[in-house]
């Protein structure tokens, strides 16, 4: 792809999601989403490979299916309060259905199952991006318009977190283990969004953290089927060391920075009188525990059949850059002793 056509692609993405954070109106809103979109289908589908082409073209039925679905909610909800204003859906059907289109733009569960397979057929830049920055608009959407009836959220929380723990554990492709790893943390911030949004927002930040820094680290050495993690020691061996906490810190393991939201979370809904919810969600995110301890073990604890051939990969100078990863792992793997800090910044 030619570098100004790739500029402009870039730029677009970054004035959709824009547009819709600065929208108080839904066609507005509906517009950056839509920009957004049909500005990340050129980049998926570059690769010009059958596998990529399939992707784009599911991503692409997917979204125009929630996309036709949260302009037809907008619209009525405009009809009957006569206002487009994206805090007035006082309405209990338009605003579940606006909820509903929103969660199958971001893939929770149970409109989840085009993630996987749209994941598997992109590169992992695109996967990254997909990942993140694609979330964000309709998450800022779903955080405008908070139902009062807060059901609707648990129950696709906790779909999204059973859905995207179980669905990672035969799975051998990292591609696949990382959406489903996707939809499980948007599970934990649509649960705990009705309760306290400024939790649900560090929740978010935290989550852009660690994909980031994963996603960087499986860039940096290649790596897409979890057999091609046990060279990692003989193409970058620090990350053998940091890439495992890394996954451990998405499982939420203490001492890392993973814990702060869980832990907080499940402090929330035990103050909130939910505690069987609270419960439900610590035991179904141990099936997510279980992949990423999968990925660590394959990664430190087996080794390749022969050594490779020649000079080893990491005595060669490097020409990535790589200061964003390290800073990113680095907030991934300490930030946890600065979480009063955190508490006393939000308002909780």
């Not at 399939?54 to 039925?61: I, R």
């Not at 929630?66 to 487009?84: C, D, M, P, Y």
């Not at 998450?139 to 059973?162: E, V």
């Not at 490779?308 to 990113?328: D, I, K």
């Amino acid at each position: 792809m030619a570098p100004p056509i790739y500029s402009a692609l870039i730029i677009s993405l970054g004035l959709g999601t824009t547009m819709t954070f600065a929208s108080t109106h839904w066609y507005l809103a509906w517009m950056g989403i839509e920009i957004n979109t049909l500005a990340i289908i050129p980049l998926m589908s570059q690769n010009h490979t059958p596998r990529a082409t399939e992707a784009t073209t599911k991503y692409f039925f997917a979204q125009a299916t929630a996309s036709a679905t949260l302009l037809f909610a907008s619209i009525s909800n405009a009809f009957l309060t006569g206002e487009w204003d994206i805090l007035q859906t006082p309405n209990t059907l338009t605003s579940s259905l606006i909820t509903l289109a929103l969660a199958m733009k971001i893939g929770l569960a149970p409109l989840h199952s085009w993630m996987p397979e749209v994941m598997q057929g992109l590169s992992l830049l695109n996967g990254l991006i997909l990942s993140t920055w694609q979330k964000l608009a309709p998450l800022y959407l779903i955080y405008q318009i908070q139902p009062t009836n807060s059901n609707i959220f648990i129950t696709l929380g906790l779909l999204s977190i059973i859905v995207g723990g179980w669905g990672g554990f035969n799975q051998v492709q990292l591609r696949k283990i990382l959406a489903y790893s996707s939809i499980a943390h948007l599970g934990w911030m649509i649960l705990i969004l009705s309760f306290s949004p400024p939790l649900a927002l560090l929740t978010i930040l935290i989550y852009l953290l660690m994909t980031f820094s994963l996603f960087s680290s499986f860039m940096l050495t290649r790596t897409t089927h979890i057999n091609s993690l046990a060279t990692t020691w003989a193409k970058i061996p620090i990350l053998t060391i940091s890439t495992p906490l890394v996954l451990l810190s998405l499982g939420g393991l203490p001492p890392l920075t993973g814990f702060m939201p869980k832990w907080l979370i499940l402090q929330e809904l035990t103050k909130q009188d939910l505690a069987p919810i609270a419960a439900l969600a610590a035991l179904s995110s141990l099936f997510s525990l279980y992949f990423y301890l999968r990925l660590s073990y394959a990664m430190t604890l087996t080794m390749p059949p022969n050594n490779p051939a020649g000079t080893l990969p990491w005595r060669l100078n490097t020409r990535h850059n790589t200061t964003m990863m390290s800073l990113t792992t680095t907030s991934t793997i300490c930030l946890l002793p600065v979480t009063p800090a955190i508490m006393a910044l939000l308002p909780f």
